[in-house]
């Protein structure tokens, strides 16, 4: 027996971040100076950026437990935005922090590589490899400020309700692989055409549903992420709201709509509307009564979550694009309202931004322009996210889910608006002070310019 | 034997050990049960002390350890992990030939590198 020698096409993205996290924690072990590990890694992101984007790369391999298609394609997209931004983001905030550890970059690394192999599996066994590379190294990453009380909590509880949300996963796993005598998703899905649902399978499915709900922070397995996103330093809460989130949903779509459980839409789309609708609004509802900005943050990304499932829900090829968008426009946004909130040397609480237009009129309106794509306003990108996904959703006819879904965007308004109107209405109580850099005023402009861009122009994220 | 497909598998040739863990766990639960129907019960101070193999327990019961022993703990799964896929690797070296032996180079090479750095922070110092 000779095993012929894999493809290695369609892995290069992976090889080449997983490589660059090595060489980077060698490096780290020389330099004292942390700055040029965030430049490799940036530059790192820029060649895997251009491997993705290869045509060559697409297709199958190691014996088809790995794809590269165009739906990967885009997820690794949305990954590399995540971590460039994020290393932008970062490089001045650590020295503030007094958290300048050279594994972070490193570990961004790797977690972005767990999340590429996600967006990419075609097996159960590599899904899982992924999400727990992608897992292990958010943990650490949430822990980062090691002396900091709260940074330890936030690993703690991540690592706990993480470490048990993969128990439940695997079970499934299991469960599945023992119904089946397969770990490959499309012959899953072939199998399961023929002989139907039956309970252990629901079980099973159900599982792998909580699991994936878990990542993504969707309610009723919302719990850990307030605390988490609070206690983390704001740079991995603004890594972790959108690259973990949409891996989930990565994995969801092609689980879930494109193989293993294609066959059985009608078992499963009652559970995720009642997800769904829950995580709406709890999200929502609950975000209202927040003054810590990140913890209002964590609720707002709970709830996006919410809306970013209608796409799912659809189960349409137009409802999976919207979501893919949806995500996109979100890692956007999100980054950016985390880049203010690092920009200002006090910013973690809502009161901290009272008055803040008469003492800095550009962070304000920059603030406002995030916080109004979120709400989804137009000209923001925000808006045209929301307006496809509702969409989608109403051509599949589930037009009561929307008016639903409306309403508690309504609702989040309030919210949003809150921290405009302490910005805008509210007396200044003392001047408020910014840390700029080089590299935050880039990460500001291209989310700001995004913002805009896709809110004018979307036809640059659709089609 | 007919082939594997889901739902007629019976691992029939496990049953031997699935008895003998029932017989083990009866013998267990038999031998508490048996103990507390007969035994006498005369409680004194010495027999209420928790039972340290026969010392007199000193100190709390809680006892903080140095977390240099979770670091070499931990080390010491990884490189016998690492052991451990040697093994299989070595039995059918022969059978898969050189893509085999760039496999485990890379396999190995992922390690050194997990060493190097636990070398330089001084992991394998206990001081």
Request: proline fraction near 5%.
């Amino acid at each position: 027996m000779n095993i012929p020698f894999p493809n290695l096409m369609p892995v290069a993205p992976e090889i080449i971040i997983t490589v660059a996290a090595s060489i980077l924690l060698i490096f780290d072990l020389a330099l004292r100076n942390k700055g040029p590990l965030a430049f490799l890694s940036l530059l790192a992101a820029g060649v895997t950026v251009y491997a993705i984007i290869q045509p060559a790369s697409l297709g199958e391999t190691f014996g088809g437990m790995f794809i590269s298609d165009s739906y990967s394609v885009y997820f690794k997209l949305i990954f590399m935005v995540n971590l460039i931004l994020t290393v932008l983001i970062s490089l001045k905030y650590l020295q503030r922090q007094k958290a300048e550890y050279g594994e972070y970059y490193s570990l961004l690394l790797f977690a972005t590589a767990g999340m590429m192999l996600m967006a990419s599996a075609k097996d159960l066994i590599v899904l899982y490899l992924g999400l727990e590379l992608m897992a292990l190294s958010t943990y650490i990453l949430a822990g980062i400020k090691r002396h900091d009380i709260k940074s330890n909590e936030a690993a703690m509880k991540y690592f706990l309700l993480g470490s048990f949300s993969s128990a439940l996963l695997l079970y499934g796993i299991s469960l599945l692989y023992g119904l089946t005598t397969t770990t490959d998703l499309y012959q899953i899905a072939a199998y399961l055409k023929q002989t139907g649902s039956s309970m252990p399978l629901l079980m099973s499915m159900t599982l792998i549903a909580v699991a994936f709900s878990f990542k993504i922070a969707a309610a009723p397995f919302h719990m850990w992420a307030p605390d988490v996103y609070e206690g983390a330093p704001t740079s991995v809460t603004a890594f972790m709201s959108v690259g973990p989130k949409a891996a989930g949903f990565a994995v969801i779509g092609r689980v879930f709509l494109m193989s293993a459980f294609q066959g059985m839409q009608a078992d499963w789309t009652p559970i995720l509307i009642g997800i769904a609708i829950l995580t709406m609004a709890v999200g929502n509802i609950v975000a209202l009564s927040q003054t810590n900005i990140k913890r209002m943050l964590a609720y707002s990304s709970i709830a996006h979550a919410g809306y970013a499932l209608l796409g799912i829900i659809a189960g349409t090829e137009e409802g999976l694009h919207a979501m893919m968008t949806y995500l996109l426009i979100y890692a956007f946004m999100n980054i950016g309202a985390f880049a203010i909130v690092i920009l200002l040397d006090k910013g973690d609480e809502i009161k901290d931004y009272e008055g803040l237009s008469k003492s800095r009129p550009l962070v304000a309106a920059l603030m406002l322009v995030f916080m109004f794509s979120l709400t989804g306003i137009p000209p923001t990108a925000g808006f045209i996210g929301k307006f496809n996904i509702f969409m989608a959703a109403i051509k599949a006819g589930y037009t009561w889910l929307v008016v639903i879904a409306v309403i508690f965007s309504a609702i989040s308004a309030y919210y949003y608006l809150r921290v405009v109107m302490n910005m805008y209405m509210k007396e200044m109580k003392q001047e408020a002070a910014i840390a700029p850099s080089p590299s935050l005023g880039l990460a500001i402009l291209i989310t700001v310019l995004m913002v805009f861009i896709i809110g004018i122009m979307p036809s640059v994220v659709i089609g | 034997m007919s082939p594997i497909t889901p739902g007629n598998y019976l691992p029939s040739e496990y049953l031997p050990i699935m008895i003998l863990m029932i017989i083990a766990g009866a013998f267990g639960a038999g031998a508490l049960i048996v103990g507390a129907l007969f035994r006498i019960r005369r409680s004194y101070r010495e027999k209420l002390m928790p039972y340290e193999s026969g010392n007199p327990p000193i100190g709390e019961p809680r006892y903080r350890f140095s977390v240099k022993f979770y670091i070499i703990a931990m080390l010491f799964v990884v490189f016998d992990v690492e052991a451990v896929f040697l093994y299989p690797w070595a039995l059918v070296y022969d059978k898969i030939g050189l893509y085999a032996l760039i496999e485990m180079m890379l396999f190995i090479t992922v390690l050194v590198v997990g060493y190097i750095y636990a070398w330089k922070k001084e992991a394998f110092k206990w001081d």
